[in-house]
Nanobody, 117 residues
Framework: QVQLVESGGGLVQAGGSLRLSCAASGSTFRSAVMGWYRQVPGKQRELVAFIETDGSTIYADSVKGRFTVSRDRAANTVSLQMNSLNVEDTAVYYC???????????WGQGTQVTVSS
């Protein structure tokens, strides 16, 4: 059974940094596109960043230059380094594993990030 467990969320002041981690288990994730999404109450979940199997990355315009997504294939983890945080980054952040060839999509339980002004 695939499990994604996020950690690293919390409360930080504007301008600060946080690092989120996602530990994946229950499958081989070499073929998965791993990503981070976020959601605030009353809004749709939105893409933050994802990293392909070849290591290439895509970022939402709102986080380009501030956030960095990375993966450790050996450890089956994906991380999101978040710098220069602002109040608009406050959300629940979700880890995502997409197996496009299998048509499978998995989500973690989410971790709260709160940025105070």
């Amino acid at each position: 059974q695939v499990q994604l467990v996020e950690s690293g969320g919390g409360l930080v002041q504007a301008g600060g940094s946080l690092r989120l981690s996602c530990a994946a288990s229950g499958s081989t994730f070499r073929s998965a596109v791993m990503g981070w999404y976020r959601q605030v109450p009353g809004k749709q979940r939105e893409l933050v960043a994802f990293i392909e199997t070849d290591g290439s990355t895509i970022y939402a315009d709102s986080v380009k230059g501030r956030f960095t997504v990375s993966r450790d294939r050996a450890a089956n983890t994906v991380s999101l380094q978040m710098n220069s945080l602002n109040v608009e980054d406050t959300a629940v952040y979700y880890c995502n594993a997409n197996f496009p060839f299998l048509g499978k999509l998995y989500w973690g339980q989410g971790t709260q990030v709160t940025v105070s002004s």
